[in-house]
């Protein structure tokens, strides 16, 4: 079954410098990759997935993450952070052959001025 | 795309009651899943239910403590059964919608359950 891991509960950085949120994954095959962003009392939101292609994704927000196969990493990124930024960020992953998504345990994102 | 909707959005119940959520979709979608995220965690999915067929339920959920029922393509309730504060989560259904080259998986805006 395909699993997801977010090393870091929380990750601060300073308005306008660059932030990274690390996601690691495991899956037979192929993965389905996927970053969502949870306001407070606020649903689920897609920023952006990996499907196949490019290993850089760009989506929603000037967010971007790449996928790096050799090291089964899918890091989200933005060069530079807001404070409207601050979330919490999950990563999710879905094999080819599953119809469900695994979701990693969330990331607390703080953008400070 | 899918437009997600789901009733209530929030509730308090008293321990040991039952209450169901129902989830409408703008579409007909062939797959529909529950999620459980309990306060400060992650998403959890509880069972994968397709129209016409029984759940499949995840390890660590059961039938009779989580009945779903999926009646049509476009609709679902999921029902939390002799509730205990254990049970306080947000409970988001999500939709599985074909696309040109996967199925994108879209969710809804949650309904946040408070049991006393």
């Known amino acids: 079954a395909q699993s997801v891991a977010q090393p870091e509960d929380q990750v601060n950085v300073a308005e306008g410098n660059p932030l990274t949120v690390k996601c690691t994954y495991s899956?037979?095959?192929?993965?389905?990759l996927f970053w969502y962003v949870q306001y407070p009392n606020r649903g689920l939101q897609f920023l952006l997935k990996y499907i196949t292609g490019d290993n850089l994704v760009k989506g929603s927000y000037g967010f971007e993450a790449e996928f790096n196969k050799s090291q089964t990493s899918f890091h989200l990124k933005k060069p530079s952070a807001l404070v409207s930024d601050s979330a919490l960020y999950f990563c999710?992953?879905?094999?080819?052959?599953?119809?469900?998504?695994?979701f990693g345990a969330g990331t607390r994102l703080t953008v400070k001025p | 795309s899918a437009v997600i909707s789901q009733k209530p959005s929030r509730d308090i119940c008293q321990r040991g009651t039952s209450l169901t959520i129902q989830c409408q979709v703008d579409?007909?979608?062939?797959?529909m899943f529950w999620y459980r995220q309990q306060p400060g965690q992650s998403l959890t999915l509880i069972a994968t239910?397709?129209?016409?067929?029984?759940?499949?339920?995840e390890s660590g959920f059961v039938i009779d403590k989580f009945p779903i029922s999926r009646p049509n393509l476009t609709f679902s309730t999921l029902t939390v059964s002799n509730m205990s504060p254990e049970d306080s989560s947000i409970y988001l259904c999500?939709?599985?919608?074909?696309?040109?080259?996967?199925?994108?998986?879209?969710f809804g805006p949650g309904t946040r359950l408070t049991v006393l």
């Open positions: 999710a992953v879905r094999g080819r052959r599953n119809n469900d998504m695994r």
């Open positions: 579409s007909q979608v062939t797959m």
């Open positions: 239910a397709n129209q016409g067929s029984e759940a499949t339920y």
């Open positions: 899956v037979s095959g192929n993965p389905y």
């Open positions: 999500s939709v599985e919608v074909g696309g040109v080259s996967y199925n994108e998986q879209f």
